[in-house]
């Protein structure tokens, strides 16, 4: 990522076709379901909180497409992510793979509920 891009629509349009998509798709559902949060940039990666508080963040990179809930996110749905290869607090959903739309939706609701 450019360290100029200062907003989301930049920071997705700096990806290829394949990568912009599922990032364009995680956006919808983040707007979709958490129609008041902030969108930003953060970390390098775009960013979205709601009462000040980090709701979800989202990245593209070559080979997976990153989601982050923060840890506590991620140890709630710990068994569905399972199948993905993880970090503290993210999860790579590779571009091999279709987005889990339904649980990306299920993550950003508990967290829209943990915020507020």
Do not use: C
């Amino acid at each position: 990522m450019n360290k100029e891009t200062k907003t989301v629509d930049d920071y997705i349009a700096s990806f290829s076709e394949e990568v912009r998509e599922r990032l364009q798709r995680i956006r919808q559902l983040i707007k979709d379901n958490a129609p008041q949060a902030k969108e930003s940039v953060a970390y390098g990666i775009a960013a979205y909180k709601i009462n000040k508080k980090p709701l979800v963040y989202f990245g593209g990179f070559n080979n997976h497409t990153s989601f982050h809930a923060t840890p506590v996110g991620h140890e709630q749905f710990r068994d569905k992510l399972s199948v993905y290869k993880q970090g503290k607090g993210s999860v790579q959903f590779p571009h091999t793979q279709p987005l889990p739309v339904e649980l990306i939706v299920e993550i950003i609701k508990f967290r829209v509920a943990e915020n507020t």
